[in-house]
């Protein structure tokens, strides 16, 4: 009636390390990642070293999308960010002559997004917010 439980214990892949190919395009995708950045940065006039230094990318893009700078707290915020974020995105769009549409790319497919604003013809239009 009560079937018997064999438990194995041999070697599988599951729990191992990624691999060298992993790494490989992972270095590859933040490489790109920092570029995009770096170049809407630097579009906007601000200096593209500003967009690795944590926090204080934050500070700059706020700046750069017309936001005030005290917004880096709300950044800090559970949840509360989620829906600054999303303001940021969007403003970052408007702020290159871009749509409602394309800040919401930026959001949802940022690794598609961020290097079309950055590499792309877009041009910094001035802040969104108009501050």
Do not use: H
């Amino acid at each position: 009636m009560l079937g018997q439980v064999e438990y194995s214990y041999s070697a599988s892949s599951q729990g191992q390390a990624p691999g060298p190919l992993f790494w490989i395009f992972w270095l590859a995708f933040m490489i790109l990642m920092i570029a995009a950045c770096w170049k809407i940065f630097t579009k906007a006039g601000q200096p593209g070293w500003a967009s690795i230094i944590p926090i204080y990318n934050w500070y700059i893009l706020c700046k750069i999308v017309g936001r005030p700078g005290w917004w880096v707290i709300l950044l800090l915020i559970p949840f509360v960010n989620f829906i600054v974020g999303i303001i940021l995105c969007i403003d970052l769009a408007k702020s290159f002559g871009k749509g409602v549409g394309f800040g919401i790319g930026l959001i949802l497919l940022g690794v598609i997004f961020f290097p079309i604003l950055g590499f792309g013809s877009a041009q910094y239009q001035g802040s969104a917010a108009g501050l």
